[in-house]
Nanobody, 121 residues
Framework: QLQLVESGGGLVQPGGSLRLSCAAS????????IGWFRQAPGKEREGVSC????????IYADSVKGRFTISRDSAKNTVYLQMNSLKPEDTAIYYC??????????????WGQGTQVTVSS
């Protein structure tokens, strides 16, 4: 069974950091670009970041540029999203998803169940 599992979410104060993980089971992430998306209550889902299969291409939403960093570890079959300088507006459920291409417009075939990130004092 092909599955993506996110972890690392939680409650953090403004200015704090979290690292989200996206682990795959049943398939290798090496053949997929991986995107991180988020959805806040009452808002549409939005793309946060994406990394290509080689890791050579990364894209970020303007709202997280300079604060978030996406990376991948082939040996661990995992993609990470390091989130620094967190703001209350970063509060959302974060999802990872697998696609052939690193783009907001690609079709993402596999999705994780999401992990909650709450930024609050």
């Amino acid at each position: 069974q092909l599955q993506l599992v996110e972890s690392g979410g939680g409650l953090v104060q403004p200015g704090g950091s979290l690292r989200l993980s996206c682990a795959a089971s049943g398939f290798t992430l090496d053949y997929y670009a991986i995107g991180w998306f988020r959805q806040a209550p009452g808002k549409e889902r939005e793309g946060v970041s994406c990394i290509s299969t080689s890791g050579g291409t990364t894209i970020y939403a303007d709202s997280v540029k300079g604060r978030f960093t996406i990376s991948r570890d082939s040996a661990k079959n995992t993609v990470y999203l390091q989130m620094n300088s967190l703001k209350p507006e970063d509060t959302a459920i974060y999802y990872c998803a697998a696609s052939r291409y690193c783009s907001w417009y690609s079709r993402y075939d596999y999705w994780g169940q999401g992990t909650q990130v709450t930024v609050s004092s």
